[in-house]
């Protein structure tokens, strides 16, 4: 009984002296880097790669800012589609475009799935509604390219609606664009691999509950179906005037900084930083004809291809 006692004493020490990791919250680096010594202030050790990735996403945001205001003096419409796979880095990266934007003329649409009324609608229309105003930027976390990979997988649309929209969407966009709306389009690229470590890491931490999903392990299991339905995507949607840009993400750091890297070079306005500082890294944003391209060269050997 004694015993007993003891081990179940040990076991509770055990669980309470197990420690909690604590991450801290970005930008918190950068903020204390020169503060001096004091009695009530503790060192704390980061990355030297994480004080950096800080440094450069504050010079990002305030680029982002200078355009918010030159596209309010200008009304120009900007619009960002963001898709990929589930676990891609999609919604962080536009956590980090939005942060220290003024939210009057900034917005994210992120659509549930269409009520029995919308379902009988124009596929665009429940879209429509959502395009930016004169001076807005609106960010598109998932967009109509729903019906080119997630609803035929999952069954949530027919082989003829599916062929129908990938006919129709370039004709869509180019009316965007002929009607004065800045549109890109970004397709985050994660490995399986990677993929597969964000699921799992969702199970174990509280702060990322609400993004566990049912259908995380069908993402897995229908990897390769997806593959094809992305090249499907990519061929009949990669336009000379609304290009894909391909976003890899396994780094979720790197594809911020360079996502918004992409947008800013390619817009012009006021008291811009030197262009040198802009130029995306080549390794992480990938022009759409280059998807393309690698996907041709090894569609048969699935296990070459990128997310």
């Known amino acids: 009984m004694a015993d007993e006692k003891k081990k179940k004493t040990e076991s509770t020490k055990t669980t309470a002296e197990k420690p909690i990791k604590v991450k801290l919250l970005e930008g918190t680096a950068m903020k204390n880097m020169d503060k001096k010594e004091k009695k009530n202030r503790c060192a704390v050790w980061i990355k030297k790669a994480t004080l950096d990735y800080e440094i450069e996403l504050k010079s990002m945001q305030i680029e982002i800012m200078k355009l918010q205001k030159h596209m309010k003096a200008t009304g120009m419409r900007v619009l960002a589609l963001f898709e990929g796979r589930d676990a891609a880095g999609k919604g962080g990266t536009i956590k980090r475009i939005t942060a220290f934007l003024n939210p009057r003329s900034t ?13 009988t609608q124009w ?63 970004f397709y ?85 930083i030197d262009p040198e500082k802009l130029i995306p890294d080549p390794e992480i944003v990938i022009s759409g004809i280059e998807e393309i391209k690698h996907m041709e060269k090894n569609l048969f050997e699935p296990e070459q291809l990128r997310g």
């Open 107 to 119: 917005r994210v649409v992120a659509l549930s799935k269409p009520s029995d009324k919308e379902t």
């Open 123 to 185: 596929y665009f229309q429940r879209y429509a509604p959502h395009l930016p105003a004169a001076g807005e930027l609106v960010l598109f976390d998932r967009s109509w390219y729903n019906r080119a990979m997630v609803e035929p997988v999952m069954g949530f649309c027919t082989d003829e609606q599916h062929k129908r929209f990938l006919k129709d969407v370039p004709l869509f966009e180019e009316m965007l664009i002929k009607d004065g709306i800045l549109l890109f389009k």
């Open 188 to 272: 985050f690229s994660v490995s399986k691999e990677e993929q597969a470590r964000r699921f799992e890491s969702r199970k174990h931490d509280l702060l990322k509950q609400y993004k566990l999903s049912p259908v995380d392990n069908l993402a897995q299991d229908l990897w390769d179906t997806y593959s094809v339905k992305k090249f499907q995507m990519l061929n009949e949607s990669n336009r000379t005037l609304t290009p894909w840009t391909i976003i890899r993400s396994d780094n979720k750091k790197r594809a911020r900084i360079n996502c918004m890297k992409h947008i800013l070079s390619n817009i012009d306005y006021e008291d811009k």
